[in-house]
């Protein structure tokens, strides 16, 4: 692959300790990430111990496989913008993906942003993935005590599991179906399985590579995707996870409607929640039928407040028309997306008990 605009971007996070470094350094070796560029805090907190290092020079350090490694300079915004410019002066002949690894106690959501939000870079980069590593250890623990560690899972495309090889495996199995009860939509990987590397952990967009076609179903997740009789999925995550209070925060909503839907609608649907709720709505995922044009499916992404430009597929990849929409969200009032979805598609949920008093006032119904 050339430089070829938009550049796919994966974020790596994961709390203190969970093996982020160790899992960069096996990565870096793949053939499949050269011309790969690495953003990182500090080059003194990551050992790149895998490869001699050719030069370094200006806050950017070579590989010898034509990978670079970079700090976060300023703000990450300014490091991306760089990276754009050295393309594009020929300063670096090529460059395939960028993964841009947290600190252990960072709020995914600011990084996502930046990819999202930034007009200019929106044109250069596209968010490909954010890849979640989880202590197996001290996993539990750590997202009953830290918010941070609940909505990096929360957000994340893949979920690495590490240190599976020291913990017991019983525990092993009841931090798998936590995690799978907070991101229902994450594919959950052990890294010590030998499949895990980049052909796992990358290329987690709408687009897949393998079929060279989009993929509703393998992004919004498969279970999402499928349950079309459930048009919502707060359930009260079990009996077995009363103990985890904190897990009780995070919900994950399927949103079905199986008709073309005014794009009108969608927008106020989407400014409504993202002015009243828009710091708990931790990642959204969709693709709409549009009553103007239904062949040609609308696909959003949003993280928080920030929506990434919508765009149109030129069709329906999987025949499945209508509207699927997945969010994430922390501390939201349970059935609020729920409602507020149903009064803008004009579906009011089973338990609304007056469908007039919706239609001539959603947003009260909404509870608002």
Known sequence: MSGTFPIPVSVLTGFLGAGKTTLLNRLLKDPRLSDTAVIINEFGEVAIDHLLVEQASDGIIQLSDGCLCCTVRGDLVDTLADLVDRLQTGRIARLSRVVVETTG?????PVLQSIMAHPALVQAFRLDGVITLVDAVNGGATLDGHVEALKQAAVADRIVLTKTDLAEAGDVGILRARLHQINPGAVLLDVNDPG??????????????????????????????????????????????????????????????????????????????????????????????????????????????????????PAWPDGQRGTRLVLITLD????????????????PSIDTPDRTALEANPLAIAGL
Not at 105 to 109: K, T
Not at 205 to 216: F, H, I, M, Q, R
Request: net charge negative.
């Open 332 to 347: 939201m009032p349970q059935d609020y997306v729920q409602r507020l979805f149903s009064a803008f598609t004009n579906r």
């Open 196 to 313: 895990t590397g980049a052909a796992s952990l990358f290329d987690c967009g709408l687009y897949n590579p393998e079929t060279k076609s989009a993929d509703v179903r393998r992004w919004l997740g498969e279970e999402a995707a499928h349950d079309r009789d459930h048009h919502n999925h707060d359930d009260d995550h079990g009996d077995h996870h009363h103990d985890h209070r904190h897990d009780a925060r995070v919900h994950a909503h399927s949103l079905v409607h199986d008709g073309p839907v005014p794009f009108s609608a969608i927008e106020m649907f989407l400014d409504l929640l993202r002015s009243t709720h828009g710091e708990k709505l931790l990642r959204m995922k969709g693709v709409i039928e549009l009553a103007e044009d239904p062949s040609r499916p609308l696909v959003i992404h949003g993280v928080q407040k920030i929506l990434h430009p919508p765009a149109r597929l």
């Open 105 to 109: 106690l960072a709020d995914p959501a």
